[in-house]
């Protein structure tokens, strides 16, 4: 008969998680040294770590615990599933009823024309997929010379082998080779760094952009555009409404896919469920993930067009099968939770809350503008970001050496509220739709609190001091 466990101590985990656990995109001996912040309990919009320190998260996880943490329903759909079936392989033409009943629930959803859904396990492998999917789509209608892609400048389309050079940040590159030859970007409509004099400018310099590199690489080479309709991991870059549909028709004027990443800005994130619902647009492809299970359990999607479904159908013999395919594909468990998810946001008013809280969120946005650490300020639905500059007229930003995003996050977190900080002072913020406004009126106040902080230190003066001399 074994032993039971030993409880284990803090200093321990720290040690074990020190020398055995590598964390997503982190210095390896940067995290040696620091250790980690270790999470033990959730609730609501709420966190605890191992010391008892109980903080507000105002980015759901990762962009992703919309529902927010300890839905009791969500835990009872999982349990439920896995007592009757824990796993079934979509191989071999098996199926299980939540995969089913989840894909048909999605295609209902989401913009007119995505009949067609491919389980993944998260927002990178749906990208993956979509790369896939779309280089055998154009050689098995004729057109094998299509096979270069276009994506945006801070545009974030996960970490995979392929995907990782559609994304564009720098982190995601260095030493890995990448960007690939046939991954190419064009400028982001990113308005508060931009020369255009209003929003349309702006619009017409994006749809210039991608008409100009598609002539460039010849339009007969050019497989598909990817974009998120808000840029999420690039600092939450919000382009101007009407956007989106611009490059959409762009694209359909090209002849060329239309790519909307939606990992981020799906299942309420914006206020609609989808941010395409907005302008109207129906994508070819459209890739979903963190929000479609809440973070509960691993899961992605990706939505397809009957166009691209029947181009790659009827382009092989019917004794042929399309090689692409995930061990965990449609995995029951989590379409139980996608399914309890999707009924938390319609049924449970989640996504009601959400885009009535929202008002409480743009209005603590714009309040933080007057602070002399900030730059701007933008945001749509429950995705924002607040940009500090060292001065506000030439927007110039702090220099890189007075690690700003580091001190940003450790001091949030002393003041009880967690947020993104990117490397380039921007502070990302996603609060979980289930936010009250109470809530979110502290997640400002432990913000301004913050910023007030950093204000006092002598370094960040004298930073400010300088640009204004």
């Known amino acids: 008969m074994a032993s039971p466990a030993q409880p284990i101590s803090n200093r321990s985990l720290l040690e074990m998680d ?3 656990l590598i964390h997503p995109v982190t210095s390896f001996r940067a995290h040696e040294s620091r250790g980690a912040t270790i999470l033990q309990s959730g609730d609501g919009m709420w966190l605890t770590d191992i010391d008892g320190n109980r903080v507000l998260d105002a980015f759901a996880g990762l962009w992703c615990v919309n529902v927010g943490y300890g839905q009791e329903s969500i835990v009872e759909a999982a349990v439920e599933q896995m007592r009757r079936l824990p796993y079934a392989t979509g191989y ?21 024309g995505l009949n067609h859904v491919f389980f993944t396990l998260g927002g990178s492998d749906a990208v993956d997929s979509a790369i896939r999917y779309i280089t055998h789509y154009w050689n098995a209608v004729g057109q094998p010379s299509r096979k270069q892609f276009i994506a945006l400048e801070r545009g974030y389309h996960g970490s995979s082998t392929t995907g990782s050079g559609l994304t564009a940040l720098a982190n995601f590159h260095r030493n890995f080779d990448v960007p690939l030859k046939w991954q190419h970007h064009i400028p982001s409509p990113y308005g508060y760094r931009s020369d255009a004099a209003d929003d349309a400018e702006l619009i017409a310099q994006s749809v210039g ?23 999420g991991s690039g600092g939450v870059v919000v382009p101007p409404k009407g956007w989106l549909k611009a490059m959409r028709d762009c694209c359909t004027d090209l002849g060329i896919l239309f790519v909307a990443d939606e990992v981020i800005t799906g299942f309420g994130r914006t206020g609609p469920l989808f941010a395409c619902e907005a302008e109207g647009v129906s994508p070819d492809l459209m890739t979903l993930a ?8 691993p899961m992605g999607a990706l939505m397809m067009s009957d166009k691209v479904y029947h181009g790659i ?7 042929l099968a399309i090689g692409h395919g995930l061990t965990y594909s449609g995995h029951p468990v989590s379409a139980a939770i996608g399914l309890e998810v999707l009924r938390l946001y319609l049924d449970g008013g989640i996504l009601a809350n959400g885009q009535s809280v929202s008002a409480k ?9 007057d602070h002399p650490l900030v730059g701007d300020t933008r945001g749509r639905g429950m995705l924002g970001a ?3 500059v060292a001065d506000k007229a030439s927007k110039a930003r702090f220099a890189p050496e007075l690690k700003l995003a580091d001190r940003l996050f450790a001091a949030g977190y002393g003041n ?12 990302g913020l996603a609060p979980a739709l289930c936010c009250s406004d109470d809530e979110m009126e502290m997640i400002f106040a432990r913000i301004r609190k913050t910023l007030d902080g950093l204000l006092e230190e002598s370094d960040i003066r004298k930073a400010i001091g300088s640009q204004q001399g």
Do not use: M, W
């Not at 008409?211 to 974009?227: D, M, R």
């Open 209 to 231: 952009h991608l008409k100009t590199k598609v002539a460039q690489l010849g339009n007969e080479n050019v497989a598909a555009f990817f974009c998120e309709p808000i840029q």
């Open 313 to 319: 159908a009827d382009g092989a013999s019917p004794d």
């Open 18 to 20: 020190r020398d055995h």
């Open 386 to 388: 607040i940009e500090l």
């Open 361 to 369: 969120f743009e209005t603590g946005l714009a309040a933080l503008s």
């Open 416 to 427: 009880g509220v967690i947020f993104r900080a990117f490397a380039d002072n921007i502070i």
């Open 290 to 297: 963190k929000g479609l299970t809440a973070g509960y359990a």
């Open 92 to 112: 071999f033409h098996f199926g299980s009823e939540p995969a089913i009943r989840l894909a048909e629930k999605l295609v209902s959803l989401t913009p007119e």
